[in-house]
């Protein structure tokens, strides 16, 4: 079930709900001052970190433990 964030016109708080999708936009108390003027805002998402596969990537950027690329590794995606 999906968070949703929620502003408060009365306090000024925001809060979150877990509640189906159906009901996301249905009217809500506020959890700090149980006032109903009550609206859902925009919610941004949060990146996902992908990790690298094993193989060929990996061997690579083991050969430059210190995170440093030399001049080669610039040209070889190139063309």
């Known amino acids: 079930m999906p968070i949703y964030e929620y502003h408060c016109r ?3 708080k925001d809060f979150e709900l877990m509640r189906s999708r159906d009901k996301m936009d249905a009217g809500t108390k506020c959890l700090h001052c149980a006032s109903k003027a009550t609206k859902r805002k925009l919610s941004m998402f949060a ?26 590794d610039d040209w070889d995606d190139c063309c």
């Open 10 to 12: 009365a306090c000024g």
């Open 47 to 72: 990146p996902v970190r992908v990790a690298l596969p094993t193989g060929a990537d990996a061997e690579h950027d083991h050969d430059h433990a210190d995170g440093a690329a030399s001049a080669e």
